[in-house]
């Protein structure tokens, strides 16, 4: 019983951990969302003055590390992009698909992890559409490149601990430990079976180096889901000393019964 109390309690951490971060990235994403929607109304944007509009999302973005803005006509057309100088020719947008539903509902959307075109770098997209007279004009799109969220596990957890942050596709968009060698790639199989099941709760699985895990994994607000997991061996740590204690006390209860026995038998002796 004892035991089983301490895997429980053990289980309810690491879900609420796992809650505790799901929203800081839901949080993190509508920050760079709030950011793009308020370019998206910019006057200099809606005239086509892209010199000025330039200026703006660069001055914008001073304090948000790593994220760049891109503008892209509706079929995806890349005429901007903040990181670039004017004037560079530029590829197609990365998410055609996600710049029609952006413009079907109004809604700005979140993207997979994704080869960003005109950075070639790994990152997600916020894309925003932007409406002129109600038609569509624009799409804008700001990066939240994997480091903004390895930054947000990094003040939480150590490398005791394995944080992910997966996207739509089951592969990782920020990991704790191996955060560089694992971004694009992925999840272990068990867990992604694990999800494919269930949305939420706990998988002990493999995990991608090899090794035994427990993990609690929630979905995101944006499909995302997130996981906070333990090494199964650090687990057993706790539940062997408890059974180690256990045992002593059973020995000595042995002994103590052998004794009083020899004790009583010497006595009627």
Same mark, same amino acid.
């Given at each position: %019983? ?6 429980? &309690?053990?289980? !309810? ?20 969302? @709030? ?12 005239? $086509? ?18 994220? /760049? ?39 700005? =959307? ?9 950075? =070639? ?22 990066? +939240? ?36 060698? !694992?971004? $694009?790639?992925? @999840? ?7 999800? &494919? ?9 493999? &995990? +991608? ?14 499909? /995302? ?6 090494? %199964? ?31 009583? @038998?010497?006595? &009627?002796?």
């Amino acid at each position: %019983q004892m035991v089983n109390q301490d895997r429980e &309690s053990i289980r !309810r951490g690491l879900l609420t951990n796992a809650r505790t971060l799901a929203g800081l990235v839901d949080n993190e994403i509508k920050v760079h969302a @709030a950011i793009a929607s308020t370019l998206a109304t910019s006057p200099a944007l809606l005239d $086509g003055n892209f010199p000025e509009f330039w200026r703006e999302a660069r001055k914008a973005l001073e304090f948000v590390p790593g994220a /760049w803005i891109t503008v892209a006509t509706a079929d995806g057309a890349i005429r901007l992009a903040s990181q670039l100088e004017l004037g560079t020719a530029l590829p197609r947008h990365a998410a055609p698909e996600l710049i029609a539903r952006a413009f079907a509902t109004g809604q700005y =959307q979140v993207s997979n992890i994704l080869v960003s075109a005109s950075t =070639q770098k790994l990152t997600t997209l916020v894309i925003v559409p932007v409406f002129r007279d109600g038609k569509p004009l624009y799409c804008l799109s700001i990066a +939240v490149p994997p480091e903004s969220f390895l930054r947000l596990m990094s003040r939480q957890y150590s490398d005791n601990y394995i944080a992910a942050i997966i996207d739509q596709n089951h592969k990782f968009v920020a990991r704790i430990p191996e955060h560089t060698e !694992r971004v $694009g790639t992925l @999840a272990a199989p068990g867990w992604r079976e694990a999800i &494919s099941k269930l949305r939420e709760g706990w998988s002990e699985n493999v &995990s +991608v180096e090899g090794k035994w895990i427990l993990t609690g994994y929630v979905p995101t607000t944006y499909g /995302w889901t997130v996981g906070v997991a333990e090494l %199964q061996d650090e687990l057993n740590k706790p539940i062997n000393r408890i059974l180690w204690s256990l045992a002593t006390v059973g020995s000595l209860l042995v002994l103590s019964s052998l004794a009083l026995a020899w004790w009583l @038998a010497a006595r &009627s002796g």
